[in-house]
């Protein structure tokens, strides 16, 4: 841990005070109404070539019932700053904006992937130490202020979501411009996302058993207001106590006179021999936290301010990991060294936030002065155990299929004394389709959705500043026209080196094709109203997995199959290597809502479990394509229209290639439907 020191001034956070980073910009508060701190409002970003990040994904997606539309397949990691901002901000921001999500996304969630940094020198200047990191939650965070980076900036950059101030706990929302904390409708001020990385799973970091371990107690901690005590340790080191524990009292007294809330600030390292700890802050290089006499309650966040908490290719310091196997749900580390400036860490008062019902995420960010280009948040960014949670019904919801123009009324109580209900919103099939007031209905045209089955979710928000949500999850099965698909499985249940078997069919009108869509992903297409696909479930990966059916027919309606349920044991991995299957590559047909980039797997199936070697054999006419893994960026240009195409191949190590195409529509014209279905304009 270095001093700052800059013309022989010494720059310790400690000393310099809290105060200096309240001057930021005037403050006008905005009429819009934040509606972030849910499952709904995050994306995850899950590497479909690691199955670790599979497993922990899809493991993470079912426990927090995240829609399905809300899941990135790529590989979050990327080997510099510039190689993120063209391929995987561009991927994510175009996500977004074809799915319709970029009014609620809030969170970016990445599972374990083998990494926990981004290499980024040169972009941030700090007199005490080179800045030659950005954690890799914080290049997430950083997505709509990357230009800013890019042009150069100071180590102690504000975070305009912080509050210097009072204990307001607002909640996020990454549609919302901040200054010092609170909403403004300049939009020349920042607008951010909520990156966090769930595990790391190398060395010094977590394993899978340990992170799965911290989402089911994280869950199950969500809306308990568990009994604890939040524990605010002082120690000898003044380097790392110091730039803190001036505020330790404060922020007790507040918790414990204003919340209701047990903390106490205690002189020592760890609370030795304390079976009750909701919550741990201290200073210490390297703290005992794996033998501890001590018991971290679930949906605890507990840090330690040093240099190299995040660092995990650093055999010196603590790491922040130990505090998730020892049973906390979040904290927080550097990946690189950040000097003790106090904004580059946890303001106490980050337990007071997360005390008020914000969720560990929320708390966390809103607790940072600076941007924390190096600062890593890790764990269960949505965890929330001290939130009011409302309890939301929909006494009219249908019951039977439906026709026509439905009709939702919700309802919805909260357990806060001090709060109401505010409004609601209706989310079908992850998208937003509008809010209404307390006592509103939500009127939904069932003939603009496919026939079939759809997610519907309605949202609760109470009255308070920290918008605490609950919601009511249901589905609707949608019979306007005569055409229907249904999808079927030969068996629910495996592990990695199981082959699942699918049979698919539609009806009602000729059809277009038929895809086998997991989480918004095409993994198998036909062209035939009956299809049978063997599915490895290494393409599917582990933990619980929805696997339904999408089918465009010739008049131009649509149907979606019931979703089938799988759930695949983490083990028995294929070895890998040539046998008696070869590799199977499709023709997808992918239309552009927008001409901003698309990401898209290449669909092939390899049932030998081998690793699928990819090559673009021809590139699209209209658009810049890049390649990673399995994974494509596909950019049009600004003048793309009509029809397009990318020719590929996949081999099975000796196999030889298989071809595969890929289509793509710039513009909302009908596709021709003739015999190999290549996308020719009729």
């Known amino acids: 841990m270095h001093l700052s020191a800059l013309n022989g001034v010494f720059h310790v956070c400690g000393v310099m005070g809290w105060h200096i980073f309240l001057a930021i910009f005037g403050v006008l508060l905005c009429a819009a109404r934040v509606i972030a701190g849910g499952p709904d409002n995050a994306l995850i970003i899950i590497d479909p070539d690691k199955p670790q990040s599979m497993y922990v994904g899809n493991y993470y997606k079912h426990a927090r019932q995240i829609p399905d539309e809300n899941v990135l397949f790529m590989n979050p990691r990327a080997a510099n700053f510039e190689d993120h901002i063209s391929f995987q901000r561009e991927a994510l921001l175009g996500t977004i904006a074809h799915r319709n999500l970029a009014d609620h996304i809030d969170f970016i969630i990445i599972p374990p ?180 006499d001590l018991t971290i309650l679930p949906g605890a966040f507990c840090d330690h301010l040093t240099s190299f908490a995040g660092r995990f290719d650093a055999s010196s310091q603590t790491k922040l990991s130990r505090w998730i196997a020892k049973g906390a749900s979040g904290s927080h580390g550097a990946v690189q060294e950040p000097c003790n400036y106090a904004g580059k860490f946890p303001d106490p008062r980050v337990h007071a936030f997360y005390g008020q019902g914000l ?109 605490v949500q609950g919601r009511w999850i249901s589905s609707i099965y949608v019979d306007n026209l005569p055409t229907w698909a249904t999808l079927s499985v030969d068996t629910t249940a495996g592990d990695l080196g199981s082959i699942f078997e699918f049979t698919a069919t539609s009806g009602g009108a000729d059809i277009v094709r038929m895809e086998l869509i997991v989480n918004a992903r095409t993994l198998a297409v036909a062209d035939t109203p009956d299809a049978t696909w063997q599915v490895p479930a290494m393409a599917l990966g582990a933990g619980t997995v929805s696997v339904k059916t999408f089918t465009e027919f010739i008049d131009g309606s649509r149907a979606v199959s019931e979703p089938v349920m799988l759930f695949i044991e983490f083990e028995d991995q294929p070895s890998g290597g040539p046998g008696a299957n070869r590799p199977t590559a499709y023709m997808v047909h992918k239309a552009f809502a927008t001409l901003k980039p698309m990401v898209i797997q290449l669909p092939a199936l390899d049932m030998d479990g081998s690793e699928l070697e990819y090559e673009i ?35 099975d190590l000796d196999d030889q290639p298989i071809p595969g195409k890929l289509t793509l529509r710039y513009s909302p014209v009908q596709w021709d439907v003739d015999a190999d279905g290549d996308g020719d304009l009729a």
């Open 113 to 292: 992937c083998g990494d926990f940094f981004v290499s980024a020198p040169g972009y941030v200047s700090d007199p005490c130490a080179t800045v030659s990191r950005f954690s890799l939650s914080s290049v997430y965070t950083m997505t709509f202020i990357t230009d800013q980076v890019l042009a150069g900036v100071e180590y102690d950059l504000v975070n305009a979501y912080y509050r210097g101030i009072g204990f307001s706990a607002y909640a996020f929302d990454s549609e919302t411009h901040w200054a010092n904390g609170l909403p403004n409708d300049s939009t020349f001020l920042p607008r951010y996302f909520i990156g966090a990385l769930l595990g790391y799973d190398g060395n010094r970091g977590n394993t899978i058993d340990e992170t799965i371990a911290m989402i089911d107690r994280s869950v199950a901690a969500d809306g308990t207001r568990p009994a604890g005590t939040f524990y605010f340790m002082e120690t000898t080191d003044e380097l790392r106590s110091g730039p803190r524990d001036g505020l330790f009292d404060t922020v007790v007294s507040w918790m414990v006179d204003l919340l209701g809330l047990n903390a106490e600030h205690v002189m020592g390292v760890l609370p030795d021999g304390s079976q009750d700890c909701l919550g741990i802050m201290t200073g210490w290089a390297s703290p005992d936290i794996d033998g501890a």
């Open 617 to 651: 054999t021809s590139n699209p006419g209209f658009a810049e394509i890049v390649r990673k893994g399995s994974v494509v960026l596909i950019s049009p240009d600004d003048d793309a229209l009509g029809c397009d195409c990318v020719e590929y191949t996949v081999a």
């Open 359 to 467: 969720t560990l995420g929320e708390a966390v960010f809103r607790s940072l002065a600076f941007f924390p280009f190096q600062g890593l948040i890790y764990g269960d960014a949505l965890c929330r155990p001290f939130a009011y949670i409302p309890v939301v019904s929909v006494p009219d919801a249908p019951t039977a299929p439906v026709l026509g123009s439905i009709t939702f009324t919700p309802e919805a109580t909260t357990p806060n004394p001090q709060a109401q209900i505010d409004e609601f919103e209706l989310l079908v099939d992850g998208k937003s389709a509008g809010r209404v007031d307390v006592g509103g209905s939500f009127v939904l045209d069932t003939t603009v959705l496919a026939e079939g089955a759809h997610d519907i979710r309605i949202i609760a928000f109470d009255s308070t500043v920290a918008r």
